[in-house]
């Protein structure tokens, strides 16, 4: 099973970084939308269906180990509790709704989608990072025993 699991997080990281790459690396023929700002849609797809499952699974997972001992069941609800308590708390102190313009010329100006967008992002970004220190941190500590 911990197989399976670093194959898919291995997949999910390639995905995040061809989605990154895509965006940063791509050709801007004069600004036009054919550049960079065409790519920020795989982008934003992958990092929306990314948090979609990350929250399905931390629900799940959360359910399947209720029960099962007392610091599984306590880790799972601090998890899940203190990302939506985070994700509450960014929706009103960090999202911004400010009109944005399109590189076709649309204008993106309802509120709720912008702020939403935002806590989506900065969310991820929180999560990814934890996620990160939390995975460094078990490597360093099973390498020094």
């Given at each position: 099973m911990k197989?399976?699991?670093?194959i898919v997080l291995y997949a999910l990281i390639a995905?995040?970084?061809v989605t990154v790459a895509m965006w940063l690396f791509s050709p801007n023929p004069g600004g036009t939308a054919g550049g960079p700002e065409a790519n920020v849609?795989?982008?934003l797809v992958a990092t929306a269906i990314m948090l979609g499952i990350g929250v399905v699974l931390l629900v799940g997972m959360?359910?399947?180990n209720m029960g099962k001992g007392r610091s599984n069941s306590k880790?799972?609800?601090f998890?899940?509790?203190g990302l939506a308590v985070l994700a509450?708390?960014?929706y009103f102190a960090i999202a911004k709704d400010i009109t944005v313009i399109g590189a076709d010329g649309k204008v993106f100006d309802n509120v709720f989608e912008l702020k939403i967008t935002d806590t989506m992002l900065y969310t991820c970004y929180v999560a990814l990072g934890i996620t990160v220190v939390a995975l460094l941190t078990g490597v360093i500590t099973k390498?020094?025993?």
């Open positions: 197989k399976l699991t670093n995905i995040a970084a849609v795989p982008m959360t359910a399947m880790l799972g609800v998890v899940f509790g509450v708390i960014i390498a020094i025993k």
